[in-house]
């Protein structure tokens, strides 16, 4: 149901806490009945043995963890493009400026 994590019950006013760092649960996507500490959950459990649906909510969990990653994959990318901008500008500045100018 949406508004409501189907696994633990918690709603957005009475969201469950991280265990790492006690941040409040979020809703994993659009469908709004997977909390991220559910997903969590899902991700950890063993496959072995989970239903169709359990199945599905792992898809979920995983596709969601792997959309948190690229984020965070693009972010050290431009962080990557940046300093590489900066090496590849210093031997350029440095052939462009002349003694005397
Ligand atoms: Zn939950
Ligand atoms: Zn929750």
Known sequence: MKGTCIICGCTESTPCFHVDDHRPCAWIDAQQD?????????????????????MALVVRALRQAL????????????????????????????????PGS
């Open 34 to 54: 997977l909390c991220s500490c559910c997903s969590l959950q899902v991700i950890a459990s063993p496959i072995d043995g989970t239903s169709a649906t359990d």
């Open 67 to 98: 959309v948190e990653n690229m984020v965070e994959i693009a972010e050290l990318r431009e962080v990557m493009a940046m300093n590489m901008l900066a090496v590849s500008n210093r031997p350029a500045r440095g052939g462009l400026w002349t």
